[in-house]
Structure formats: structure tokens, C-alpha cells
T-cell receptor
């Protein structure tokens, strides 16, 4: 079974600065997807960024980018130019690409990010 | 499109009571999922469905039942509520295409006392 670990329960960043959120995972599979989801106080789960394991290039979405290290099974999220609206809980998630896995997501415990004005 | 909608938003149940959490999606998605999120934790899969008439257990199915009679609806049934079922429940749906992601509903906060 796959596991996703987010070992930092909380992080804080100054507005306009850069912060990196860590995530590691364990799997025996070679084909999979990794995600970062944002959950603001409204509870709505919002997809931030996605990485396909077969792609060597790190995914980027505006101020959000990842550092995907497949051999190390590491998947960190970098938020540049942090904004007050980035304050939320962030979840790392894994999805198998194996037939029959039915695209179920396995989530880490999450990290609470606060942004200081 | 309304996306994924869930009702109710909040509910308080007494131990032993039953209730159904409703989930509807208007995107014609094949896959639908129910997750629960306990305080300070990530989401855990309760049940999922790959299409109308087909359901299967996830990681934490005990105490719950589901049905999928239509593509749009995927209700979650709690038969005998227990305090351990106090949680926030999320419904999600996804297109058959592997390139599409799960879309989440706004969640239902359930308290069992």
C-alpha cells in the first residue's frame, strides 16, 4: 500500500517571501501522479498542482512549483511571493496509475501554512 | 455547472441515529468518492463508485453504506451513528479520462454526541 508523509505540521512565512512544504511518499509502483491540494478555512479542497511520475520536468503553476525527486520519493511544493490568501492547510496526495486502482487518492496529514503580513 | 454539491452542510446526530449524506454532481463523471477528514488529518477514502450500480469499499468503510443508482448521485448512509464518526465528509467526482482530476464538494461537518 502507498503512504504519504508530511512531517511538518505547521509552517510560517512572511508575505512576499518563499516557502517550501515537504512531502515524501512510499510506493513500489513506477507510474503514478502526485498532487498538492489547498484547503482554506472554507474547507473547499482546491487542486494547486499536479505532477506525473513519468515526467522529469517539475510542474509549475504561476507562483507554485514542485521539486519532484522520484528516486528519493520526495515531492515538495515551493510557493514564491507568498500572499495572505495562501494561508491554508496543504495536503500532498498520491494516485496510482495502475489499472484497477480506480484513481483513489492517498493523502498525507497536511501542513498548516500561515502567512505573516 | 454547479460541480459537486453536498447536503447538508452541518448536522448533529445522537448516538444510534441514522442519516444520509447527499452528493450530486452535474459533470457526468463516472467516478465518485466519499472521504472523511478527522481533525488535523488528511482525507481517508470510505467508499467509491466507478459507475452507476457499481460501488466498492475504500480504506475505512465500517459503519457506512452507499448506493449509486444514477450517474449523478452517490449518497452515503450512516446506519447507527457513533461518536467515532464525528468528522467532515467530502464527496468527490472524476471523469473517466486519466488526465482529469477529482473535483471535491464543499464538505459536510457531522457531529455525533
Amino acid at each position: 500500500a502507498q503512504t504519504v508523509t508530511q512531517s511538518q505540521p505547521e509552517m510560517s512565512v512572511q508575505e512576499a517571501e518563499t516557502v517550501t512544504l515537504s512531502c515524501t511518499y512510499d510506493t513500489s509502483e513506477s507510474d503514478y501522479y502526485l498532487f498538492w491540494y489547498k484547503q482554506p478555512p472554507s474547507r473547499q479542497m482546491i487542486l494547486v498542482i499536479r505532477q506525473e511520475a513519468y515526467k522529469q520536468q517539475n510542474a509549475t503553476e504561476n507562483r507554485f512549483s514542485v521539486n519532484f525527486q522520484k528516486a528519493a520519493k520526495s515531492f515538495s511544493l515551493k510557493i514564491s511571493d507568498s500572499q495572505l490568501g495562501d494561508a491554508a492547510m496543504y495536503f500532498c496526495a498520491y494516485r496510482s496509475d495502475r489499472t484497477g486502482a480506480n484513481s483513489k487518492l492517498t493523502f498525507g496529514k497536511g501542513i498548516t501554512l500561515s502567512v505573516r503580513p | 455547472n454547479a460541480g459537486v454539491t453536498q447536503t447538508p452542510k452541518f448536522r448533529i446526530l445522537k448516538i444510534g441515529q441514522s442519516m444520509t449524506l447527499q452528493c450530486t454532481q452535474d459533470m457526468n463523471h463516472n467516478y465518485m468518492y466519499w472521504y472523511r477528514q478527522d481533525p488535523g488529518m488528511g482525507l481517508k477514502l470510505i467508499y467509491y463508485s466507478v459507475g452507476a450500480g457499481i460501488t466498492d469499499k475504500g480504506e475505512v468503510p465500517n459503519g457506512y453504506n452507499v448506493s449509486r443508482s444514477t450517474t449523478e448521485d452517490f449518497p452515503l448512509r450512516l446506519e447507527l451513528a457513533a461518536p467515532s464518526q464525528t468528522s467532515v465528509y467530502f464527496c468527490a467526482s472524476r471523469n473517466l479520462d486519466w488526465n482529469y482530476e477529482q473535483y471535491f464538494g464543499p464538505g459536510t461537518r457531522l457531529t455525533v454526541t
